[in-house]
């Protein structure tokens, strides 16, 4: 007998999970809980945002060390493909540990170590937990619940009675919804991912009350949706619905477009309303430079009213669902049960699909009257979907660039923050943009086509093994299919926006990546090795491995997150002037030591240094100031401020060559930073004064730069008209006159 055949007479693991697995379980909860309302754990490549990224981090690293007991006592075996994954998901923080050891930024890359083996603690710990329908259920609630607590919390934000900045994003033309993502394209990312598992609940549940509560929550939800005004996210969602309900049963197909078309509709009807409502909202609780943020009741007039009406518009949709679902969802199971038998049928609702999805595109985007039924700004984004329109255009943009920067960096990338280090030398016009907007790209520029590579053929195996095993034991299908949607509707949103670099979002996607597998993880036996016995050997050196990581891991977050903790208390003390300079310099020095590669820390120390000279005139100050600069430089070669403060010491120092080398520097690397060039310009045209035997040479590099700006000025003039150039890049009327005169 075949070994799918013994395992298919299993029945699905019911039974109460052991204390360890009930650990996993609500630590796993428990994160996805705690972490999404601390700016969705965005990582910057900035100082700012990494003690909560290190607190998250050494969660999921002490979720790690249970996994690794609980995978020993389990019995770790080399012969299914669970096993095989819980390696070669260690090949993406490998790789990234490789990296870094020839990256342009070696803090960030080191920290990208960090959060990707957080990424394969979080995949490990989910496979696991899951694997027992009692602990999955609890998971799965989990996920939908925050995410639901998310879009309320959106929703007090829309209406007024809650202020988080940027949580209502100001873009160009108005005010956007963001929530605690304060990007509202990825927060669309996001809204689109549990609309479709809400969806999926309101036509799959059989408990009435859980279709209920699903049911309620879809208007808000794609009223959230619709004020994000994200045209990306519109195009993802058709995408994903056509991928997802060849999965479901003929009947099910049909009550999921249903559904999803009844609670469009109906948000269409109250639209307006609310658009309306929440525009004069954002002008009286939006700060302006002239006001603060002002917060204001429930039950003033413009949020009471669109409470009210976004309640009763959910209400109905609820109830419309639970009538149809009781009243003709049994006829129509009934009628098409013949229809669902054909060989075709799982086709046929996505081929409609397409048919009718086609039709309405081309409905909305040419006939004006459809569109006027839309608000103004809603109606203006369905008419601007296209490969012309700026953000497409600057979205290729960067693509072009990452693809540049791969070429310097081929096989292992640039490292953690290569993308945020290098884009400036490499970018095609001047943008502000320290994210890829693209998931594969920045991984790409990070960890080469190796690491892209082993990114890919991972969550190809992941969701290879899914759909088999899907297909395969029909017995053990059921609500574990959120988290198929989930991560795939955020990973294909972050094909084209940078959603994964909110570490929270990230964490879903892999959370959810080991969830799906969870149910099947017995079961997923690699049928060369099935009736081979496990060796105690193999269970031992994975564990006691993956046990002496975790500690590496653990020690190393904890003293970065102290470091970070106690920088802060130094100078919040320095601030506020309870330590003086011969105080926070030792600190300071004892923290740099613990941390050479944070630039933070000693830029930090320049400041403080360049305080006491200005004060003191004492060079021993300005020495020191440049020395600690220079090693910073050693560990961050592309740092903006360092390089720019180098500018300024050498001024200070009267050091012409050294000033004008790293000016020269300034300019190769932020190729469209008219700030360098301009420098360059002045402090050139001052040496041509003060050494009067290199004048020529001089004269000769200030005419080089102006012509480089006019070349690159040039080249901004061949960008199509709907791509926005960026940053200002021209000389100052100064700056050009002082050019001028030496011609």
Same mark, same amino acid.
């Given at each position: 007998m075949?070994?799918r055949k013994?395992?298919?007479r299993?029945?699905?693991i019911?039974?109460k999970?052991?204390?360890?697995?009930?650990i996993?379980?609500?630590?796993?909860?428990l994160?996805?809980?705690?972490?999404?309302?601390?700016k969705a754990l965005?990582?910057?490549?900035e100082?700012a945002?990494?003690?909560?990224i290190?607190?998250?981090a050494i969660?999921?690293f002490v979720?790690?060390?249970?996994?690794?007991?609980y995978?020993?006592?389990?019995?770790?075996?080399l012969?299914n493909?669970r096993?095989?994954l819980s390696i070669?998901v260690l090949l993406?923080p490998v790789?990234y540990?490789?990296s870094?050891m020839q990256?342009?930024s070696s803090?960030y890359a080191g920290?990208?170590v960090?959060?990707?083996f957080?990424m394969?603690a979080?995949?490990?710990?989910?496979?696991?937990?899951?694997?027992?329908?009692?602990a999955?259920?609890?998971?799965?609630?989990a996920t939908?619940?925050?995410?639901?607590?998310v879009v309320?919390y959106?929703?007090?934000i829309?209406?007024?009675?809650e202020?988080?900045?940027d949580?209502?994003?100001?873009a160009?033309?108005g005010?956007r919804?963001a929530s605690?993502?304060?990007?509202?394209n990825t927060y669309?990312?996001f809204?689109?991912?549990?609309?479709?598992?809400a969806? /999926?609940?309101?036509?799959?549940c059989?408990?009435w009350?859980?279709?209920?509560a699903?049911?309620?929550?879809?208007?808000?939800?794609f009223i959230?949706?619709?004020?994000?005004?994200?045209r990306g996210?519109?195009?993802?969602?058709?995408?994903v619905?056509l991928?997802?309900v060849?999965f479901?049963r003929?009947?099910?197909?049909i009550?999921y477009i249903v /559904?999803?078309?009844l609670?469009a509709?109906?948000?269409?009807v109250?639209l307006?309303?609310?658009?309306a409502?929440t525009d004069?909202i954002?002008a009286?609780?939006?700060?302006?430079e002239t006001k603060?943020?002002n917060p204001?009741?429930?039950?003033?007039s413009?949020?009471?009213?669109s409470?009210?009406?976004?309640?009763a518009?959910a209400?109905?949709?609820?109830?419309l669902i639970?009538?149809?679902?009781?009243k003709l969802?049994?006829w129509l199971?009934t009628k098409?049960?013949?229809?669902?038998?054909?060989r075709w049928?799982?086709a046929a609702v996505?081929a409609?699909?397409?048919?009718i999805?086609?039709l309405?595109?081309?409905?909305?985007?040419?006939?004006?009257?459809?569109r006027?039924l839309?608000?103004d700004?809603?109606?203006?984004r369905f008419?601007?979907i296209n490969?012309?329109q700026?953000s497409?255009?600057e979205?290729?943009?960067?693509y072009e660039?990452?693809?540049k920067?791969?070429?310097d960096?081929?096989?292992?990338g640039?490292?953690?923050?290569?993308w945020q280090a290098?884009?400036?030398q490499?970018?095609?016009?001047?943008?502000?943009?320290?994210?890829?907007?693209?998931y594969f790209i920045?991984t790409l520029?990070?960890?080469g086509?190796?690491?892209?590579l082993i990114?890919?053929g991972?969550l190809?195996y992941?969701?290879?093994l899914?759909i088999?095993?899907?297909?395969? /034991?029909?017995e053990?299908?059921g609500?574990?299919?959120?988290?198929?949607?989930?991560?795939?509707?955020l990973?294909?949103?972050s094909?084209?926006d940078?959603?994964?670099s909110?570490i929270?979002?990230s964490?879903?996607?892999?959370?959810s990546?080991?969830s799906?597998? %969870?149910p099947y993880?017995k079961?997923?036996l690699?049928?060369?090795?099935?009736?081979q016995?496990?060796t105690?050997?193999?269970k031992i050196i994975?564990?006691s491995?993956?046990g002496l990581?975790?500690i590496i891991?653990l020690?190393t977050?904890?003293?970065?997150?102290?470091?970070?903790?106690s920088?802060?208390?130094?100078?919040?003390?320095?601030?506020s002037?309870?330590?003086?300079i011969n105080?926070?310099l030792p600190?300071?020095?004892?923290?740099?030591?613990?941390?050479p590669?944070q630039?933070v820390f000693s830029l930090t120390?320049f400041?403080?240094?360049?305080?006491? /000279?200005?004060q003191?005139h004492d060079?021993?100050y300005?020495?020191?100031g440049?020395l600690t600069?220079?090693n910073?430089?050693?560990?961050?070669p592309?740092?903006r401020?360092?390089i720019?403060?180098?500018?300024?010491?050498?001024?200070?120092d009267?050091?012409l060559?050294?000033?004008?080398?790293?000016?020269?520097?300034?300019v190769?690397k932020?190729?469209w930073d008219?700030?360098?060039?301009e420098k %360059?310009v002045i402090?050139?045209i001052?040496a041509m004064?003060?050494?009067?035997?290199n004048?020529?040479k001089?004269?000769?590099?200030?005419?080089?730069?102006?012509?480089?700006?006019q070349?690159?000025?040039?080249q901004?003039?061949?960008l199509?008209?709907?791509?926005?150039?960026?940053?200002s890049f021209?000389?100052?009327?100064e700056?050009v006159?002082a050019?001028?005169?030496?011609?």
């Open positions: 075949s070994a013994k395992v298919t299993s029945t699905i019911t039974e999970p052991p204390l360890l697995n009930w996993l379980t609500i630590g796993l909860a994160f996805i809980i705690i972490f999404p309302f601390n965005f990582n910057g490549y100082y945002f990494e003690t909560a290190y607190n998250a969660y999921g979720l790690l060390a249970a996994t690794v007991i995978v020993y006592r389990v019995g770790w075996k012969n493909h096993s095989l070669l993406l790789v540990w490789l870094s990256a342009v803090y920290f990208m960090k959060v990707m957080l394969a979080l995949f490990l710990a989910a496979i696991y937990a899951g694997e027992r329908l009692p999955r259920k609890i998971i799965e609630y939908m619940l925050t995410c639901y607590i309320f959106g929703l007090l829309l209406f007024g009675q202020y988080f900045r949580g209502m994003w100001l160009h033309d005010y919804l605690v993502f304060q990007y509202s669309a990312g809204l689109s991912a549990i609309l479709l598992a969806v /999926y609940y309101a036509a799959t059989t408990r009350y859980m279709r209920l699903n049911a309620i929550m879809l208007v808000p939800i959230s949706f619709l004020l994000t005004y994200s996210a519109i195009v993802i969602i058709p995408v619905i991928i997802l060849p479901l003929f009947a099910q197909q009550a /559904y999803t078309g609670t509709l109906l948000s269409v109250i307006s309303k609310l658009t409502n004069a954002a009286i609780v939006q700060p302006t603060a943020p204001i009741s429930m039950f003033d413009l949020p009471i009213q409470w009210l009406l976004l309640g518009a209400l109905v949709n609820a109830g639970l009538l149809i679902h009781k969802y049994p199971e098409t049960k013949r229809l669902a038998e054909r049928s799982f996505p409609t699909i397409i048919i999805g086609s309405a595109v081309i409905i909305l985007l040419t006939s004006s009257g459809v006027d839309l608000p700004k809603i109606a203006a008419e601007n490969l012309q700026h497409v255009l979205r290729w943009t960067f660039d990452g693809l920067v791969s070429q960096y081929p096989v292992l640039a490292g953690g923050g290569g290098l884009y400036e490499y970018q095609h016009n001047p943008y502000w943009s320290r994210q890829a907007h693209s920045q520029v990070e960890v086509w190796l690491g892209l990114l890919i991972l190809a992941i969701y290879w899914y088999r095993s899907y297909i395969r /034991y029909a053990r299908r609500s574990h299919f959120i988290f198929f949607i989930i991560s795939l509707t990973l294909l949103h094909a084209i940078f959603d994964m909110y929270y979002l964490a879903l996607v892999f959370i990546l080991g799906m597998l %969870a993880g079961l997923m690699i049928n060369r090795f099935a009736d016995k496990s105690s050997y193999s994975y564990s491995s993956i990581l975790t891991l020690i977050s904890i003293r970065s997150a102290s470091a970070i903790r920088f802060d208390q130094t100078i919040n003390k320095a601030s002037g309870q330590i003086a105080e926070l600190k300071l020095n004892k923290l740099i030591k613990s941390k590669n630039s120390k400041e403080a240094l360049g305080q006491a /000279y200005d003191t060079r021993k300005l020495e020191e440049i600069l220079q910073a430089k050693k560990h961050d592309y740092n401020s360092i720019s403060m180098l500018n300024d010491a050498f001024k200070k009267g050091n060559p050294e000033q004008l080398a790293i000016l020269d520097e300034g190769s932020f190729q008219i700030q360098f060039y %360059a402090a050139n001052g004064t003060s050494d009067a035997a004048k020529d001089y004269r000769e590099r200030v005419l080089e730069l102006a012509a480089e700006v070349s690159r000025t040039a901004l003039a061949t199509p008209p709907e791509q926005m150039q960026g940053r021209s000389f100052t009327p700056t006159q050019i001028e005169n030496l011609k």
